[in-house]
Structures are given as structure tokens and as C-alpha cells.
């Protein structure tokens, strides 16, 4: 349709009124640009809207009448958008989208959810897990509004705010003779098997770490859930470099693990928030973004274990 809610501003002014002058002065545009809001109407509907009384003004013909109310009706529905629009812009309730790293979800997501629902109980909220390059994907698509992830292959159409920085760490059976150990250098790990989070990026990362120190990884088995890569670890068929540290030091199969700092000046994994920039966040995207601000820290990572000092 080639009208705009303009013209029927302009025509719903001069059939309230009768007259393109005084039409002209409450909205306060120029009589020619009334008087063309009319015609071009009149031309897009084929009707006739006014009857034109030579200095006496307008009168609506039947027709004009009956398209006066619709106008008027479709004024005030988009005045409604307006207002749905203001809402969502402001209230901190209605729906809300957001992406998790894998690894993280279990130990984050829902102490995160749980805390920002209590504070705000009007939202609607829904996780979704992927790995980095499909949480990317989602924002692209704007099926997420936010993600909680690494920043990995962070490209310029993503903003990314950093919130923690997560050491990567040795993952032992707590059997294994250097269990004990406060810190462990990665090339007294070398001759043993390893155990690969078979994850996009997070893999290329782990295995970057064997390369920097000139050591290639006896990869034993790979998996891209953390909880198998655990069983692996706990039932002793090797050792795995992970960032996320769970409170529960049981694999899924019971078998007991320790966690060892990793020796060395390694760049750590940086945890925050990505999305797409440019996109103007709502007042409920906004909350959830200052309360994960609030909880989450290098210090202080809902879910995940304290070094034991």
C-alpha cells in the first residue's frame, strides 16, 4: 500500500474539523500538504472523501465517513504499537533469550537463572547451550539476545564484554601419583595419555597450550561433553586440560578427580558476555547483563570450586 499514517493524520484532522485551514493549524503543517494527503488517498482507494464546498469549507461524503472511523481505528492501533514498544523498551519483564557455553551451563545457568527471577519474576527466561561458534551463530540470527561464553573468535560484529578469567587446569583421577601436587608443568604430563574436550576452538585452544611448550598431546579418547571427558579422567585412562571447575570432584561414575593448577604463564580463558553490536538491548536484556555483572567474577564463579590453598 503506498499511504502513510501521516496522510491519515492529515485526513482524519481535516474530517474532524471541515476545513483544510483549520485542519492546517491543529497540526500544524501547511494547508498544501493537507490538501495533498487528501488527493493521494483519494487516488490509492479510488474514492471520493470530501465534497469540496467552494469557501465553506469540506463535508465527509458516505464513503469519507465510513473511511474516517477505519483511519481513526488504525491511528490508535498504531499508537498501541507505540506503546508496546515503549513497554518492552522499558519494563524489565516479557521474554528473554540468552546463550550458555556448554561447559558451563550446568555449573552457572541455573543459580543465574534462579537469582535473576527472584529479583525480576515478570521475565520469561530460556537457555540455550552450544559451543562458541554456534552461540555466535545464534546471536547472527537473533534467535539469542546475549551469550555467556569465551571470548574466542570474537569478529567485529560482536561485542564482547569480559567478566572472568578461568586458568586452565590439570585434570587427574585422584589416584594418580601427582594428585597431590599444588602445580603441575605440562611436560610432566607429556608421555601420558590425554584426554581431548573435542569441542570447536576449546580444542584448538588445549592443544595450542602442548604446542607452546614444543610437546604434541597423546590424545586416548575425545568427547564433546565434559561430564564424559570426566568419566575418561576419573576411570584412569589418562589426564585433560579443562577451565570450569565443578564444585563435584565425582565423574558421573563416581570415580573421584583432583584438580591441579597448571604450571607456566598461560593466557587464561576469558568468560563474558557477547552480542551483536550495534543491537540496542532492552531494559530486561540490560538487567540480565548488570546481574551477571554482579555475581560473576574471577573471584567469584556461581557454581565452580575454590583452589584448595
Known amino acids: ?137 545464534s546471536l547472527r540470527r537473533a534467535e539469542i539476545s546475549l551469550a555467556l561464553t569465551y571470548q574466542l573468535n570474537v569478529t567485529p560484529d560482536i561485542e564482547f564484554e569480559p567478566l572472568a578469567q578461568l586458568p586452565t587446569y590439570i585434570l587427574l583421577p585422584s589416584s594418580h601419583p601427582l594428585a597431590s601436587r599444588r602445580a603441575i608443568a605440562l611436560a610432566e604430563l607429556a608421555e601420558e595419555p590425554f584426554i581431548l574436550l573435542d569441542l570447536p576452538l576449546s580444542r584448538e585452544y588445549f592443544i595450542s597450550l602442548f604446542m607452546l611448550h614444543g610437546l604434541s598431546p597423546k590424545i586416548a579418547a575425545r568427547s564433546d561433553y565434559p561430564e564424559t571427558v570426566r568419566s575418561y579422567v576419573a576411570s584412569g585412562f589418562g589426564f585433560s586440560l579443562l577451565t570450569a571447575r565443578p564444585v563435584n570432584k565425582a565423574a558421573l561414575n563416581g570415580r573421584l578427580l583432583s584438580y591441579v593448577r597448571l604450571k607456566g604463564n598461560h593466557e587464561p580463558m576469558v568468560l563474558g558476555i557477547a552480542t551483536l553490536r550495534g543491537v540496542r538491548k532492552t531494559r530486561t536484556a540490560q538487567a540480565f547483563v548488570d546481574y551477571c555483572r554482579s555475581v560473576i567474577s574471577t573471584d567469584a564463579l556461581p557454581g565452580t570450586a575454590a583452589w584448595d590453598e
Open 1 to 137: 500500500m503506498r499511504f502513510t499514517l501521516r496522510q491519515l493524520a492529515y485526513f482524519v484532522a481535516a474530517g474532524e474539523v471541515g476545513s483544510v485551514t483549520l485542519a492546517s493549524e491543529r497540526v500544524n503543517v501547511s494547508q498544501p500538504s493537507i490538501s495533498a494527503a487528501i488527493a493521494q488517498l483519494e487516488t490509492e482507494f479510488g474514492l471520493q472523501l470530501f465534497i469540496r464546498h467552494h469557501a465553506q469549507g469540506l463535508s465527509l461524503t458516505a464513503a469519507g465517513e465510513r473511511f474516517l472511523q477505519a483511519a481513526k481505528a488504525l491511528l490508535l492501533q498504531a499508537e498501541e504499537l507505540h506503546n508496546v514498544a515503549d513497554e518492552v523498551a522499558s519494563a524489565v519483564g516479557g521474554p528473554l533469550q540468552f546463550g550458555s557455553f556448554r561447559t558451563l551451563s550446568p555449573l552457572l545457568v541455573p543459580d543465574l537463572c534462579r537469582g535473576f527471577l527472584d529479583r525480576y519474576p515478570r521475565v520469561k527466561l530460556s537457555a540455550t547451550e552450544g559451543d562458541e561458534q554456534s552461540l555466535l551463530l
